[in-house]
Nanobody, 122 residues
Framework: QVQVVESGGGLVQAGGSLRLSCTASGSISRINAMGWYRQAPGKQRELVAAITKGDDTNYADSVKGRFTISGDNAKNTVYLQMNSLTPEDTAVYYC????????????????WGQGTQVTVSS
């Protein structure tokens, strides 16, 4: 089994910062990429930022210059530093890990965390 656990959400005022963390654990042979998605009420889930094992990164246009994704391969952990937050960033943030497991080494499987709430007040 594989577990993906997020932490670090909360309530912050506009202009403030938060740092999210996400760790994958379990029967992992290789992590191909990890990323953060978010879903606001009434909206579809959208990609916020992602990072590959080789440290290539990808950001949504709406967060470029404000958010930074980084990873620690040794700890199977990814971080999302969020600065200059606005009320439009309010959402549930989900961590995604694309993993090759020890029991299915020919397959790349997406695992999701349970989500962490980020609320930005104006």
């Amino acid at each position: 089994q594989v577990q993906v656990v997020e932490s670090g959400g909360g309530l912050v005022q506009a202009g403030g910062s938060l740092r999210l963390s996400c760790t994958a654990s379990g029967s992992i042979s290789r992590i191909n990429a990890m990323g953060w998605y978010r879903q606001a009420p009434g909206k579809q889930r959208e990609l916020v930022a992602a990072i590959t094992k080789g440290d290539d990164t990808n950001y949504a246009d709406s967060v470029k210059g404000r958010f930074t994704i980084s990873g620690d391969n040794a700890k199977n952990t990814v971080y999302l530093q969020m600065n200059s937050l606005t009320p439009e960033d309010t959402a549930v943030y989900y961590c995604n890990a694309n993993i090759r497991t020890t029991w299915a080494p020919a397959s790349n499987i997406d695992y999701w965390g349970q989500g962490t709430q980020v609320t930005v007040s104006s």
